[in-house]
T-cell receptor, first 114, second 115 residues
C-alpha cells in the first residue's frame, strides 16, 4: 500500500525566508511520481511541482524546488524567498505507475508573517 | 491553458432536493476525477472516468451519481443527500499515459451545504 506522511501540521515563517515542508512516502513500486499542491483558503488545489522516481535531478519550478532523497523516501518542498501569498495548505501526493489514484498526505498549513 | 472550471461555486440544498455539479476542461485530457474534501482534511477520491468510462468508484453511496457526457464534461448528480455530505467537491483532469504527464489539474471546487 502507498502512504504519504507530512509531519508538520502547521508552520510559521517570516516573509522572505526560505521554508522547507517535509514529506515522506512509502511504496514498494519502483515507478512512481510525487506531486506537491497548494490549496489557498479559496479551495482550489494548485499544482506546484512534480518529481518522478527515475528522475536524476531534483525538480525546480521558479521559487519551488523539490529535495528528493530516494534512499530516505523523502520529497521535501523548498520555497525560496517566501511571500505573503504563499500562506496556504500544502499537500504532498504520490501516484504509482498504472494507478489512477493519487494518495495525499494530511497537509501542512503554512503561514507567512510580514 | 491548465484550466478546469466548476459550477456552481456554492450550493445549498435540502435533503430532498436533486442538484448537479458540473465540471469542464479543454486540455484534451481523457481522465476526469471527482474528489470530496472535508475541512482540514486531504481530498478523498470518489470517482474516476477514463476515456468517458467509469473506471473507479470508491464505494461511494448511490445518492451520488456521476456522468461523463463527453471527454470535456463531467457531472455529479446529487439526490437525497445527508448533512454529512456537506463538503468541498473538487473536479480534476489529467492525461492518461506515462506517469510524468499524468499530473492532475484541479478546478476551483463547489462548496456544498446540505441542510
Amino acid at each position: 500500500a502507498q502512504k504519504i506522511t507530512q509531519t508538520q501540521p502547521g508552520m510559521f515563517v517570516q516573509e522572505k525566508e526560505a521554508v522547507t515542508l517535509d514529506c515522506t512516502y512509502d511504496t514498494s513500486d519502483p515507478s512512481y511520481g510525487l506531486f506537491w499542491y497548494k490549496q489557498p483558503s479559496s479551495g482550489e488545489m494548485i499544482f506546484l511541482i512534480y518529481q518522478g522516481s527515475y528522475d536524476q535531478q531534483n525538480a525546480t519550478e521558479g521559487r519551488y524546488s523539490l529535495n528528493f532523497q530516494k534512499a530516505r523516501k523523502s520529497a521535501n518542498l523548498v520555497i525560496s524567498a517566501s511571500q505573503l501569498g504563499d500562506s496556504a495548505m500544502y499537500f504532498c501526493a504520490m501516484r504509482t505507475q498504472g494507478a489512477q489514484k493519487l494518495v495525499f498526505g494530511q497537509g501542512t498549513r503554512l503561514t507567512i508573517n510580514p | 491553458d491548465t484550466e478546469v472550471t466548476q459550477t456552481p461555486k456554492h450550493l445549498v440544498m435540502g435533503m430532498t432536493n436533486k442538484k448537479s455539479l458540473k465540471c469542464e476542461q479543454h486540455m484534451g485530457h481523457r481522465a476526469m476525477y471527482w474528489y470530496k474534501q472535508k475541512a482540514k482534511k486531504p481530498p478523498e477520491l470518489m470517482f474516476v472516468y477514463s476515456y468517458e468510462k467509469l473506471s473507479i468508484n470508491e464505494s461511494v453511496p448511490s445518492r451520488f451519481s456521476p456522468e461523463c457526457p463527453n471527454s470535456s464534461l463531467l457531472n455529479l448528480h446529487l439526490h437525497a443527500l445527508q448533512p454529512e455530505d456537506s463538503a468541498l467537491y473538487l473536479c480534476a483532469s489529467s492525461q492518461v499515459g506515462r506517469l510524468a504527464v499524468e499530473t492532475q489539474y484541479f478546478g476551483p471546487g463547489t462548496r456544498l451545504l446540505v441542510l
